[in-house]
């Protein structure tokens, strides 16, 4: 009998480790096995084993409980479970382990210290946290934790950085693919070298940094201003690190470093099925490291946006003609400490990386410059700190400078020139000025007036120069900014139409009574001139009925504005997600704009001149004329292909989320298949009038496409059409367009067809069997109803809310 109560007494012992799934932690005489997790006590985070993609492999991982796809945590990265019988214990002195099924220690995690009675817990932090007992509460009681070894995730309350007394560095580090959690090529972290800043590696080779902490921020770090996240950054001589609060409850955020590199910050509104990207700390070209070599100086409103610092010139002409900057810059004159030298300040600017360098805070600005004439390696100085104090000085090449415009305020820099070159546009008007004075108590106010008229002239000449420049180059006609004021009743708000990233857009009449659309670039907008030089090029070479036609440009000083033809009946967004104006759309005029939107797309892919990607074909940006023609707009962010060219890259994501493609969105890969994703969300959204992001359905959590795929599968295809088109519709050409779209929006790139497939297949009735088409792109259904928001956009966002036509 006694044989019987220890086999009982054994069984109720261990079969706790079927029941951790209830409960947020983990005694010595649990586990936790394949299928059975802990979940943090508001039901936030979860903690068990998961298998990526089509993968054999097992990981140990923490995720959202509301959104398992998203892994925030792994632990054994290096080190899978090759099959599912896998075990997480943790010992009774609170070491961690994971066992595999002959038994063998897969990964483990030591305690700090051993304790009598560990438990591990999984908190609503995401925090996995090994502690001396259930009842201890504060972090001083933490044996181990999870967030002093992060994965490719910053969670809200863990630290980025480095504690001298311990020695741990927590630093991020990508997975090596979207289905591989194993550490990748990229890692993301603070260097400490006398002044912390933010890196971004790939393996060891400097990809993107911050700039050095100057008391207050990171220099060069992009200025993310948002009432909703509050960034904790501590330097002192017991920790240097980063962390960040969330202000509003309602959102949740976190930031990662993907495969590709890239450092962005993403956020999780409420109701919200879908991360948005709030920022990406590489926005532009300027901040790749070392863009334009040694003692070069990068610009990003300027073209070329490369030049060399003040007193230097390139290393090699020829390379630098080509736009190859990797060799830098060279002093025009060498220095000599025999001879006087100065320096000249550069304003604005990212700080130089710190590879050879000295820094002491206890000096002042003019002690600061005074050592570093002393020395003759030093090649600049600053003050270390924002508020003035402590010294910073470079010796040898200076590396990563760039400029930034006024509204983000940065440190200026003192670069050590000889007397010669000591130049500088205030000492040049200085001598102007005295030269003028001079001339005019000699001769006369007479002489000086003629200078000034001739200085006017001058600058007329050259301004009309640049502006036939620009007409030649941009091979469109030039409206003269008079006119164009004067159409647009002076750009009054009662004209203006619309509003995006770049800048503003009004409505005008031309002294002929033609009606036009001013699309007017803002001042102070970085991604606009980038954007209106893009649109030039691409929309001024390329002529079809289904694409907006540009009239022309109007370029004087600062200004920029494109001129368009006016569209009265504003976009098709205006239409199809109107509960009344829908109603005016019958199926055969939708029938109608789905063949020109397609047509239009299928010209930009293969029969114009040019093979362009539009890369933010959605609704809004379908333009209606007089007679609901649609016309494709906005091709600020369009990109030219090469004769060959079927696919390309990039770091920087920009377009609409519910529109992009799987690849785009995710790795930065586009091709023309891109764009076919797209249209097959357009083409489903204008059947069903659904908008493919906010879509909300009583029995399910998927989206627009998720809907249609469900429907399909179940033989109840038409039950997607819009209900207004029930007196007009045509239901071959409906289910055609339904199937159609579902190719388009297949998840797998080779799967999707071609432009020219896609118009054969809508506009040919003859072609009586199509293609079934597979599982759509984002098919995965959502925790929660998407609240019925508009379209959110990643950063620097280039596309119109229209609000009259244009």
Known sequence: MWILALFFFQYCLFSGSYHASAADTLAP???????????????????????????????????????????????????PVIDSHAILNISTTGNLFIFDEQNNTIWSANSSR??????????????????????????????????????????????????????????LTAWKSVNDPSPGDFTYGVDDIGSPQFVVREGTKKRFRTGPWNGIKFSGHPSQISPIINHVTVYNTEEAYDMFEIMDKSVISRTTVNESGLVQRLVLYENASEWTVMYTLQNDLCNDYARCGPNGICKINQRPICECLEGFVPRSEREWQILNWTGGCVRRTPLDCQ????????????????????????????????????????????????????????FGNLIDIREFIEEQREQDIYIRVPASEIRSADSIWKSRRTVIIMISSMVSGLLALVLACWYMISKYRRNRKESQASK????????????????????????????????????????????????????????????????????????????????????????????????????????????????????????????????????????????????DLKASNVLLDNELNPKISDFGIAKMFGGDQVEAKTKRVVGTYGYMSPEYAIDGKFSVKSDVFSLGVLLLEIVSGKRNRGFNHPDHYHNLLGHAWLLWNDGKTLQLM????????????????????????????????????????LGNEEISTLPPPNEPGFYVERSSAESNASDLHTENEVTLTLEEGR
């Open 29 to 79: 005489t649990q586990s936790i096995s394949n299928g059975s997790t802990l979940v943090s006590s508001a039901q936030t985070f979860e903690l068990g084993f998961f298998s990526p993609g089509e993968s054999n492999k097992y990981y140990l991982g923490i995720w959202y409980k509301s959104f398992p796809d998203t892994v925030v945590w792994v632990a054994n990265r290096e080190d």
């Open 114 to 171: 051993a304790a009598k009675n560990p438990i591990a817990q999984l908190l609503d932090s995401g925090n996995l946290v090994v502690k001396e007992d259930a009842a201890a509460a504060d972090t001083e009681s933490y044996l181990w934790e999870s967030f002093d070894f992060p994965s490719d995730t910053q969670l809200e309350g863990m630290k980025i950085g480095r504690n001298f007394e311990t020695g741990i560095n927590r630093y």
């Open 339 to 394: 001879k006087s030298e100065g320096f000249l300040k550069i304003k604005n600017v990212k700080l130089p990386d710190l590879l050879e360098f000295k820094l002491d805070q206890r000096m002042s600005l003019r002690d600061c410059r005074a050592e570093c004439l002393k020395n003759c390696s030093c090649t600049a100085y600053v003050n270390s700190n924002y508020n003035g104090s402590g010294c910073l000085m470079w």
């Open 472 to 615: 030649e180059d941009f091979e469109l006609p030039l409206f003269d900014f008079v006119a164009i004021a004067s159409a647009t009743n002076n750009f009054s708000d009662s004209n203006k139409i619309g509003t995006g990233g770049f800048g503003l857009v009004y409505k005008g009449e031309l002294f002929k009574g033609q009606e036009i659309a001013v699309k007017r670039l803002s001042s102070n907008s970085q991604q606009g001139v980038e954007q209106f030089m893009n649109e030039v090029a691409m929309i001024s070479k390329l002529q079809h009925r289904n694409l907006v036609r540009i009239l022309g440009c109007c370029i004087k000083r600062d200004e920029r504005m494109l001129i368009y033809e006016f569209m009265p009946n504003r976009s098709l967004n205006y239409f199809i997600f109107d509960e009344t104006r829908r109603k005016l759309l019958t199926w055969p005029k939708r029938f109608e704009i789905v063949m020109g939107i397609s047509r239009g797309l299928l010209y930009l892919h293969q029969d114009s001149r040019l093979r362009i990607i539009h890369r």
């Open 722 to 761: 819009d209900g207004c088109l029930e007196d007009s519709y045509v239901e071959a050409q409906v289910v055609r367009c339904i199937q159609v779209g579902l190719l388009c929006v297949q998840k797998h790139v080779a799967d999707r067809p071609t432009m020219s497939n896609v118009v054969r297949m």
